[in-house]
Structures are given as C-alpha cells and as structure tokens.
C-alpha cells in the first residue's frame, strides 16, 4: 500500500493562502499561519489576520545553523509553497495533536532514511456576505477551518521507506483525511 497523495490538496491550501496576503473583498475575517521546515539550512514562518478594516502580516526566515531571523515578504509564501510542492511524494501527518515543531523531531528521531520536510497550514476565515455560496437565514456568514501538516518526501523511495517504519503510522491512509484534529477545507455557516 503506497502513500496516500494530498498534493491536490497542498495546492488548493497553496492558492489560498496566496490570496491571503493582501486583503480582499471576499474576506470579512481572516487570520492563517504558515510554517516551511525544510530539509536543508532555512525554515520559513509566515502569519497573517485581517479583523475588519485592519490587517496585519508577518514573513520570517530562520538560519537553523545559527539561530539568525531576517524578514521576508509575506508574499514568498507562495516561492516557498511552490518548493515545497517539488517534493515527489506530499502526504499528510495523522497522528497526536502537536505543533509542527514535533512533529518534525519525531520524525527526525525515528529515522534519518527519510529526511521528510514539514509544511503546516493553520487558516481560519470568514467569508464576506456577499459571496454566493452563502444563502441561508437572514446574513449567514460562511467560515472556513484548515488544520493540516503536509509531510513531503523527495521521491517514492523514501516515501516508501517512511511507510514501513514506525513513524508511518502518523501518516493519513485514507483519503480524504477524516480527523477531528486534522483537516482542510471545511466549511460552515456561523
């Protein structure tokens, strides 16, 4: 049994969240958090929240070597997305509620063959009355819930290797993902 594929997914996360890093119409509310833990020298934490008329964003680089930050454009989000979306294999973690940190040590411990990347997606939005797919009762707002951590893997070797060893067992094995602490995409009126 091979991994499950959550590219699709990763890549709608993707498109939204580039659509968040200015503020928009279709958006009352909005506040979403992005986190690249790459394989190599850098890892990536972004943020973003509209509340009304007022936004703010948020772009950091980390040198993991030497602990130094510089800032980046918000905006990269979508550079580091795209290589992120390089990796062969993009499944999704499944298992014990954990921030994105460890979940990337317990991988880390379990096994260096699979020098997995990390790339955490936390968006909670509201939707602007005037949307379309919002029609029921009198102003019901549409919100929209993404909880995930994509798990990206260089290629199907190593997916297949994260598959057999004991840290393949917080990997999702069905699809779509049915979790109550892991999800994308969903939606619900307020």
Request: glycine residues 8%.
């Amino acid at each position: 049994m091979s991994l499950q594929n959550y590219r699709d997914t990763f890549v709608s996360c993707l498109a939204t969240l580039k659509s968040l890093t200015s503020a928009s119409d279709e958006y009352a509310r909005f506040r979403w958090q992005a986190i690249y833990l790459t394989r190599d020298r850098f890892s990536y934490f972004f943020r973003g929240d509209l509340d009304g008329v007022k936004t703010s964003f948020f772009g950091q680089q980390m040198d993991v070597t030497t602990g130094a930050t510089s800032s980046v454009p918000t905006r990269s989000i979508t550079l580091y997305g795209a290589t992120f979306g390089l990796n062969e294999a993009i499944t999704v973690y499944d298992g014990p509620q954990k921030s994105v940190i460890d979940v990337a040590q317990a991988f880390s411990e379990e096994g260096a063959e699979y020098q997995a990347e990390f790339f955490y997606v936390r968006m909670n939005l509201l939707y602007s009355g005037e949307d379309g797919r919002i029609g029921f009762g009198i102003d019901p707002l549409l919100r929209e819930n993404t909880n995930i951590i994509f798990v990206g893997l260089e290629d199907h070797a190593t997916a297949d290797l994260l598959e057999a060893s004991s840290a393949g067992q917080w990997v999702a094995t069905d699809k779509p993902m049915a979790s109550s602490e892991w999800y994308a995409e969903r939606y619900y009126y307020r």
